[in-house]
């Protein structure tokens, strides 16, 4: 397994590193970088770093990311912000979760990773939590974040907008789900489920596709049910369009790996060269493929 250490930036960044914990994802790989305490519940609040706590500001940052930077470049300057120590020695990659239109998590996200990615040398992945574009300031501090991230990161977007359709409209309720879809995310990265099978992606594969930068694509296709390849074709491509995550238009796919988990009885339905997947993305230079048996359903995920 790719050892991950999660650090939930921001309100919305907490929420969904907090939502990672309970899932099963352990705490002590997990912590939380706000500017208030009021978003962290007790239990949680030995694993945060409040920054600017020192100032004489009122707790938060009302969506002005110059004060977030400000904040947190003082108090790592100061000394009061230490971030060298914050992967252990074999942590493979960190990931920073955070939404783009907040003051908090947006200003800091970008420091963050800079530091880490070219001071600590850990390889850096950020999860950015689109909004639902309902103020100019969230959508400026959308643009910023974006304009402001290395390319030397790996990049994951997850829309929360396109979860209304699902959720009656109810925001809550489609960042629950957003936040849901990050835990999936991070049990893939990891290969939380991956098992030895006929054919295995190892550990160093994995690896190499957690750390390739660039925009990731993160997907799972419910296979359980198909009788024949062109029903397994569909599965994906359907899984594909009606992602979560933001699109993209490139087809520039570095790497491809593919995992297929599905049991004996449906091998002859799918196309093992998933091809279907290498037609949306590109071509990749390297491709990985797993194949493992079970018993209970089938899925195809990739990254």
């Known amino acids: 397994m790719i050892k991950l250490k999660v650090i939930g930036a921001g309100a919305a960044g907490n929420k969904a590193a907090i939502n990672l914990a309970n899932k099963g994802f352990n705490i002590k ?4 970088i706000n500017s208030t305490l009021k978003d962290i519940p007790e239990q949680f609040r030995d694993n945060a770093i409040i920054f600017g706590a020192k100032s004489d500001r009122l707790g938060g940052c009302g969506k002005e990311r110059d004060i977030g930077k400000k904040l947190i470049l003082h108090d790592m300057k100061a000394g009061i912000i230490n971030f060298d120590g914050i992967a252990d020695p074999d942590t493979n990659a960190v990931v920073i979760v955070s939404s783009t239109e907040g003051g908090s998590g947006s200003a800091i996200t970008p420091i963050i990773a800079k530091y880490i990615k070219e001071v600590v040398g850990v390889p850096v992945i950020v999860c950015l ?20 991230l290395s390319e030397d990161y790996g990049i994951i977007g997850i829309s929360n907008n396109k979860f ?15 936040n849901n879809l990050f835990v999936e995310i991070i049990e893939t990265l990891t290969g939380k489920y991956i098992v030895p099978g006929s054919q295995n992606i190892d550990d160093t594969d994995l690896y190499k596709l957690v750390v390739t930068p660039g925009y990731m694509n993160i997907g799972r296709a419910n296979i359980s049910k198909i009788k024949n390849i062109d029903q397994f074709n569909k599965s994906i491509a359907d899984a594909i369009d009606n992602s979560k995550l ?26 093992f060269s998933a091809e279907t997947i290498s037609q949306e993305f590109g071509l990749p230079y390297e491709m990985y493929s797993h194949v493992q048996n079970t018993d209970n359903g089938g899925y195809v995920e990739w990254i």
Do not use: H
Not at 29 to 32: G, M
Not at 131 to 136: A, E, I, P, R, T
Not at 167 to 173: E, F, I, S, Y
Not at 253 to 271: L, T
């Open 29 to 32: 790989d997990i912590t939380l």
């Open 129 to 148: 939590l689109f909004g639902f574009n309902s103020d100019v300031r969230g959508m400026q501090n959308t643009i910023e974040i974006c304009q402001e």
């Open 246 to 271: 933001i699109d993209i238009s490139t087809k520039g796919a570095k790497r491809i790996g593919v995992i297929f988990n599905a049991p004996d009885s449906i091998y002859d339905y799918i196309d």
């Open 164 to 178: 209304l359709d699902n959720t009656a409209n109810n925001k809550l309720k489609a960042e629950s789900s957003a």
